[in-house]
């Protein structure tokens, strides 16, 4: 403990509050809260620590506190301040997922589809789930879509389509449809997405004999393999808890440093899935907290909430606004217990496998410390370009850190049409990304991976020393594989680096990861159509401005005929004459 944390302890009330803790850099690397601050805060001091709590502590130059009047109004800064600060050492769920559901639309003809964002504003319809996954929700949607002839088009046809002549639409672009169908229709999706599929089983099965009587064995398999499909995602769901209220059983199990969450979803009386994640804690209590409040930022909050008797119900009640309850009798205490042995099962099962990679990467960051001679290589930045046929360059930034990516820290870049080679789309990249780190006093890396050896290194020199930055920089060196097997260093050195040390593997890792990000976000773009995909790459055009162009010219072919007066009334002056020069100067791959 240095002098300064010692003086400062002394000094902090016995109040609730939220503390930040702080690096030599100044850079706040965990944001925890506490009934009591001077209690919690000599914890980590006056306690013998272990793993994370000891990586971090010895991290720790610095503190703040803010006083609170409440533990609520310290839990509500403690999030808010994480949203803020994104420390290293708090959890950061950095491969969270939201789930899939299934929406039946509310349209005169309904549409059966897989949505992942259920807490969109505009919900048009019923929907079910979380599901665990999205083969289970598509296999769902594909048995329904086959029973019933729903809408399958997005938007009405013409005339009817294959799925009318397959008996799996009623050809609504077409014909008129009595309302009373389609009302019975939605009825029997609605008690079939519910659990109740005897209707359901009782007719395939029907036809599944009628199939095998004339012969016809294949179509009877065919049957049998949705009848199997059903129990799978939907029969074998049902729990007998004599309510269809929307709930969430959630329990942990720790060991050593490590907690396993389990979350089980139960909706309607089904238990459509679970979530479990294992991790390295630092305070129990807060990161418990912290995990359940991120998790329902992205996925839906249910009606009511069971938990341990060991998380604080009252707290977690107030902050996400719902019924938390912890039982202590009866079926819902059965499933927590459920829940309890999945997360300690899950954990006996991996906890070796997780000690073994964070060996490996805590070994592979002390290597590279000593190679580079650096306190601290904790958060890197890598750069990876991609391009069309010479042409239409964008980057793109991956962030990790110990070695595990921080996906909220990618970055994506469009670059200036006038780019025409790889070393000139880096140097534009390099520039942009920490001219802002300047201007924003954004968090700077501890090191720089360029994909490549002297020429990649050289670039990424010649742009930090003219923006004044001093931040280390390495280069991935191939050989006539394209396999990296050297590192080199500013000094365009040549490293001795162990062939079978670990450290390749994780730059490796970054390396691929970087390269598939650049390569993903220039297929997005070319996905999105040639309209669109030309307009993104078009300088001074950003997102609302594609759309308005897009709304008044409605074709591609339209806004190349423009004029710029045409064109000035859409995006203004300036950016219609870029655009302008941009379209005919590019004509050949428009």
């Not at 302890?9 to 030599?24: D, E, F, I």
């Not at 907290?289 to 119900?313: A, H």
């Not at 700077?444 to 050289?458: F, N, R, Y």
């Not at 062939?499 to 996905?527: C, G, M, P, W």
Request: hydrophobic fraction near 35%; aromatic fraction near 10%.
């Amino acid at each position: 403990m240095n002098k300064n944390i010692k003086e400062k302890l002394a000094n902090v009330p016995n109040k609730p509050g939220s503390y930040q803790m702080k690096n030599k850099d100044g850079i706040i690397i965990y944001v925890g809260k506490a009934k009591n601050l001077k209690n919690r805060l000599k914890s980590y001091f006056n306690s013998k620590v272990y793993g994370k709590t000891l990586a971090l502590v010895s991290n720790i130059d610095d503190f703040d506190y803010i006083v609170t009047n409440s533990e609520l109004e310290a839990f509500i800064l403690e999030i808010t301040l994480i949203h803020k600060y994104n420390p290293k050492y708090n959890i950061m769920l950095k491969d969270d997922k939201s789930y899939p559901y299934i929406e039946l639309t509310n349209d005169k003809y309904p549409v059966l589809k897989i949505i992942r964002n259920r807490k969109r504003k505009k919900v048009n319809g019923k929907i079910f789930g979380p599901f665990p996954s999205s083969y289970s929700a598509k296999i769902t949607v594909n048995i329904i879509n086959r029973l019933y002839p729903l809408r399958k088009c997005n938007t009405l046809k013409k005339d009817v389509c294959l799925y009318y002549h397959l008996g799996q639409c009623l050809g609504y672009c077409k014909y008129k449809v009595d309302d009373k169908v389609l009302e019975d229709m939605k009825k029997e999706i609605i008690d079939f997405l519910n659990g109740n599929t005897k209707k359901q089983e009782d007719k395939l099965k029907e036809e599944m004999n009628k199939a095998s009587n004339n012969l016809n064995f294949e179509r009877a398999k065919e049957i049998k393999e949705m009848l199997d499909a059903i129990n799978k995602t939907i029969k074998k769901q049902n729990i007998d808890l004599n309510t269809k209220e929307d709930i969430d059983i959630i329990n942990y199990y720790v060991d050593s440093n490590y907690i396993s969450i389990e979350i089980l979803f139960i909706r309607s009386g089904l238990l459509f899935g679970k979530e479990n994640k294992i991790f390295n804690f630092i305070n129990l209590e807060d990161d418990l907290l912290d995990f359940i409040v991120k998790f329902y930022e992205k996925n839906e909050v249910p009606k009511k909430v069971y938990v341990n008797e060991n998380i604080d119900y009252n707290l977690l009640s107030n902050y996400l606004n719902v019924e938390v309850i912890v039982p202590q009798k009866g079926k819902f205490k059965q499933l927590l217990d459920m829940a309890l042995d999945n997360a300690k099962d899950s954990l006996n099962q991996q906890e070796e496998k997780i000690k073994l990679d964070n060996k490996k990467r805590n070994d592979a960051i002390n290597y590279l410390k000593e190679l580079l001679k650096l306190d601290n290589v904790s958060r890197i930045e890598s750069f990876d370009n991609s391009h069309l046929f010479g042409t239409y360059y964008v980057g793109g930034m991956v962030t990790f850190v110990d070695f595990l990516p921080e996906k909220d820290s990618y970055r994506k870049f469009k670059l200036s049409v006038d780019v025409k080679d790889d070393l000139s789309a880096m140097r534009e990249v390099l520039y942009r990304r920490y001219y802002r780190v300047l201007v924003d006093n954004l968090e700077k890396p501890d090191l720089i991976v360029m994909d490549g050896g002297k020429t990649q290194v050289g670039v990424a020199k010649e742009v930090l020393e003219s923006l004044g930055l001093d931040i280390p920089i390495i280069g991935l060196v191939k050989d006539d594989k394209h396999k990296t097997n050297k590192i080199m260093n500013s000094n365009f050195e040549i490293l001795d680096v162990e062939k079978d040390n670990d450290l390749f593997l994780f730059l490796t890792r970054i390396q691929d990861e970087v390269h598939r990000y650049a390569i993903s976000y220039h297929r997005n773009i070319k996905k999105k159509g040639q309209l669109v995909s030309m307009l993104d790459m078009a300088p001074g055009i950003g997102d609302k401005k594609r759309k308005l162009l897009i709304k008044e010219f409605g074709s591609f072919k339209k806004i190349k005929e423009a004029s710029i007066d045409d064109l000035e009334k859409v995006v203004g002056k300036k950016e219609a004459e870029v655009l302008y020069n941009y379209l005919k100067e590019n004509n050949q791959w428009l």
